[in-house]
């Protein structure tokens, strides 16, 4: 597997296989450090990935065995019981829920950002800052030389008007 | 699709999906490293291959160059260098080599040594007082070569004026002579008389006088025994202020001059 292929093809699984360390590891930062080393192994043997036929769950499958020896090294801070391992042992379903998930995230994100695209330019801003890169209120007074006041007033309006699209997405 | 009970859930997907794009940038990152150093170590292993081949020569060079000086005897203990060191003076600037260097006149800082041991007996032929200069004589042979050696030192053993006759050797004759050779004994001579006449019983003792103006005063002491008889002669020579100051002791006879400010 060429480099191209590899970033093509194995790449856009992390969000999958960060989704299944989380839920076997229970951790955020234990999940993406397993997550990198079954990157680093796929990319050692990326040779042998051509003549595997179901790549994601060759992926997911070697993430699951990855979370596994982590659990059994002596470092594992989690409490697991042998259940938490059981809970993936069924890999096609795994795989599938998995599946699912990642893609009703993406599709979430894709609806939000539509929305903001949808809201004046100052209220977008706002929002993006607010909730999605979570900053505090006196970082974007400096950033936008803003009073908190304004701050708080425009994104009040913006919120309102994302209600209001959500609403009228979920009945129609 | 699934629509969102609330706007909280939409929030919270489009955070996860931006640190999952994140991620992926990341590990997009690490495998364009990946990549690129797999492609390296062919030129860093050949960059350390001539560096460690390079280290090694220049470690041997080393070696053999500090065995060959430890093998190689001391240039000083050498005497050929010496006399290369000789050769390097241009013939002009040596003296015409004398036929017969055995009969070569043996020459020292005071001038030849024969005219000082002949002058130096005229001298006594023509005192007075010849009792008193003729062991005096004898011991200025001896004088000569203690000039040479140590000014101020006594010079009462024979065997060791003997062994200094011995150290005059035809290699110092090649030698250049020096440019400031002292006066003879002739140029000397009228102050010398003229001093006698001022001293009365005062003798030549030495001929050793030099006529630098600012000698320090120093003495010496020759003991001697003549049959039962000890004899000790004192010479002192120049003062303070230049004049020069010849005196004479024998102490068999305790006579003490008192010249100037200097007294004996």
Same mark, same amino acid.
């Given at each position: 597997m060429t480099t191209d292929k590899f970033k093509h093809i194995i790449i856009p699984l992390q969000s999958h296989m960060q989704l299944l360390a989380e839920r076997i590891l229970g951790d955020e930062t234990e999940a993406e450090d397993a997550v990198q080393d079954v990157f680093m192994r796929l990319w050692e043997q990326r040779d042998k990935l051509d003549g595997v036929i179901n790549v994601k769950s060759y992926v997911l499958q070697s993430t699951r065995l990855r979370c596994i020896d982590i659990i059994r090294s002596n470092g594992h801070s989690k409490e697991f019981t042998t259940s938490d391992v059981d809970a993936t042992s069924n890999l096609p379903d795994l795989t599938e829920e998995i599946s699912e998930e990642v893609e009703?995230?993406?599709q979430r994100s894709a609806m939000l950002h539509s929305m903001l695209n949808d809201l004046p330019e100052k209220q977008r801003q706002l929002i993006r800052m607010r909730y999605l890169e979570e900053k505090e209120i006196a970082e974007i007074e400096k950033a936008l030389k803003m009073t908190s006041s304004n701050i708080y007033t425009t994104i009040s309006r913006a919120i309102q008007t994302l209600k209001t699209k959500l609403k009228n997405e979920y009945t129609r | 699709m699934n629509t969102p009970d609330n706007l909280q859930?939409?929030?919270?997907?489009?955070?996860?999906?931006?640190?999952?794009?994140s991620r992926q940038q990341k590990l997009s990152d690490l495998v364009d490293q990946w990549a690129a150093a797999e492609a390296a170590p062919k030129k860093s292993t050949k960059r350390r291959t001539l560096w460690l081949s390079m280290g090694i020569a220049a470690g041997i060079l080393l070696m053999v !160059?500090?065995?060959?000086?430890?093998? *190689? +005897?001391?240039?000083?203990?050498?005497?050929?260098?010496?006399?290369?060191?000789?050769?390097?003076?241009?013939?002009?600037?040596?003296?015409?080599?004398?036929s017969d260097i055995d009969n070569a006149t043996p020459t020292t800082h005071d001038g030849p040594?024969?005219?000082?041991?002949?002058?130096?007996?005229?001298?006594?032929?023509? !005192?007075?007082?010849?009792?008193?200069? *003729? +062991?005096l004589i004898a011991d200025n042979e001896n004088s000569v070569d203690n000039e040479n050696s140590a000014d101020k030192e006594n010079s009462s053993d024979k065997e060791n004026s003997a062994n200094n006759d011995n150290r005059i050797t035809p290699k110092e004759q090649v030698l250049p002579p020096t440019e400031h050779v002292l006066p003879s004994i002739e140029q000397v001579l009228p102050s010398i008389e003229q001093m006698q006449q001022s001293t009365g019983q005062m003798q030549l003792a030495d001929n050793t006088i030099t006529t630098k103006p600012k000698k320090t005063v120093y003495e010496r002491t020759s003991s001697r025994l003549v049959g039962s008889k000890?004899?000790?002669?004192?010479?002192r020579q120049a003062t303070d202020d230049g004049r020069p100051l010849?005196?004479?002791?024998?102490?068999s006879t305790s006579i003490t001059y008192e010249l100037g400010k200097i007294k004996f």
């Open positions: 009703l995230t993406e | 859930q939409l929030f919270d997907a489009a955070k996860r999906h931006q640190k999952d794009l !160059s500090i065995g060959l000086r430890v093998l *190689q +005897p001391e240039p000083s203990a050498n005497p050929g260098t010496i006399v290369a060191k000789i050769d390097t003076i241009p013939q002009s600037a040596l003296p015409e080599p004398s040594l024969h005219n000082q041991k002949n002058s130096t007996k005229a001298i006594a032929a023509s !005192s007075a007082e010849r009792d008193i200069v *003729q +062991p000890r004899t000790s002669v004192t010479r010849l005196a004479l002791t024998n102490s």
